[in-house]
């Protein structure tokens, strides 16, 4: 998948707010400060067409990016810890299941898991979540570069393995090295080419 173009839409908390489901989309979805933003700047070629932030938390809507007038790019809210009111942090679990189940041209989901962690309860809740919804899910271990190449490889069979997927199923990626990119563009291209 070569990126020409793309560009912010609109953020939304609920789905009266979202686009109209016309173009096929993908999520990207994970904990809080695991890499979404980063790895959607480095797939879109821009340094910040999203905003990054080395506070956990930093999204805390569901933003909606268009590529190449043909396909969404969806920035989910991150899980897990993030500094900001119990009260935000509640809400957060509701929008994103609410999105993941009612937007009928969700191709797939992105589920990034930094590599130096091991998949927790959220990460098994969205794989069945997900499954139940018979949408595909792509793991993206993020932040591969804080790892030599064998311990890479031993987190990807480990990780594999915790999730019960295919070895294959799992990209390593960083957005430092942009190792796994092109990987992933052509994951989507199949995605998007067979809705």
């Known amino acids: 998948m070569i990126i020409k173009q793309a560009e912010f839409i609109k953020s939304a908390v609920k789905p009266s707010q979202f686009p109209e489901p016309q173009l096929p ?3 990207f979805a994970g904990r809080s400060n695991v890499g979404k933003s980063s790895l959607i700047n480095t797939l879109v070629n821009r340094k910040n067409l999203v905003k990054t932030s080395s506070r956990p938390g930093c999204t805390q809507l569901i933003n909606f990016f268009n590529i190449n007038s043909s396909a969404f790019f969806v920035d989910l809210p991150g899980y897990g810890y993030a500094k900001v009111s119990k009260k935000i942090r509640a809400q957060w679990g509701p929008m994103v299941e609410r999105y993941l189940d009612v937007r009928p041209n969700l191709l797939g989901v992105l589920l990034l898991i930094d590599i130096r962690r091991e998949p927790r309860q959220e990460e098994f809740d969205l ?5 139940i919804r018979g949408i595909p899910a792509l793991i993206v271990l993020t932040k591969a570069d804080k790892l030599s190449k064998t311990k890479q490889q031993t987190q990807l069979i480990q990780t594999a393995k915790t999730l019960n997927c295919k070895k294959d199923d799992v990209i390593l990626f960083s957005a430092t090295s942009r190792q796994g990119r092109e990987i992933i563009l052509n994951e989507l ?5 067979h809705p």
């Not at 291209?189 to 080419?193: A, Q, Y």
């Open 25 to 27: 989309e993908v999520a």
């Open 127 to 131: 794989l069945g979540r997900l499954q």
């Open 189 to 193: 291209e199949t995605l998007f080419s």
